[in-house]
């Protein structure tokens, strides 16, 4: 394996961990509807567990309220129990083929616990970039150890893998950021 190939799968799986920092921050409830917040939930249909995505279509006709529409009106009955037993906090109102979830307001309370959850999620998406960072540092290592770098080269690799690192963990906070003045905004 070469020092680029090693940078560049690094890099891919920094890329992917920061992905799945943005999805998790996502489906934390801000008091404003999101689609983000009920598309994974998942339903009991056709004898077989799916996302609710892959059963409805999913809108946000005003900020406080998530509508969703099922394709198969024999499932709105199993839509409406799946959103009841989620962790979200919020209760469907069956309305014909129409499912209404009307998002409630945050109390202070409520929003630090969620601020709470929001700065776990981002130490968690740090902690999995120090540890691609680690890997990468690693597999670096054992080239110049197997003489295919030399001394400069796997120097130079460190820093440039300790800036990709520095620009992931900046992302990851400036996310946090956006996303706790969204929670905490009054």
């Given at each position: 394996m ?40 998942a ?37 409406a ?14 309305d ?21 959850v929001?700065k ?5 998406g ?45 992302e990851?906070?400036?996310?946090l ?10």
């Open positions: 070469s020092l680029q190939a090693v940078l560049d799968e690094m890099e891919e799986k920094m890329m992917k961990t920061l992905e799945v920092v943005h999805h998790e921050f996502s489906t934390v409830r801000t008091g404003k509807a999101s689609t983000s917040l009920v598309e994974n939930i339903v009991e249909a056709y004898g077989a567990q799916m996302r609710l995505r892959e059963v409805a279509g999913i809108s946000t006709p005003e900020p406080r309220l998530i509508v969703i529409q099922p394709w198969d009106a024999t499932l709105v009955q199993a839509i129990h799946a959103i009841q037993k989620s962790e979200l906090g919020i209760n469907p109102v069956v014909g083929k129409l499912i209404r979830i009307p998002i409630p307001q945050l109390d202070q309370e409520r929003r630090k616990e969620l601020d709470k929001c776990k999620l981002a130490e968690d740090r902690i999995a970039i120090r540890n691609e960072r680690r890997h990468g540092i690693e597999a670096a290592k054992k080239l110049q150890k197997d003489g295919k770098i030399t001394e400069d080269e796997l120097k130079h690799a460190e820093k440039q893998i300790q800036q990709k690192t520095d620009d992931y963990i900046k990851i906070d400036t996310t950021a956006h996303k706790e003045k969204e929670i905490l905004a009054v």
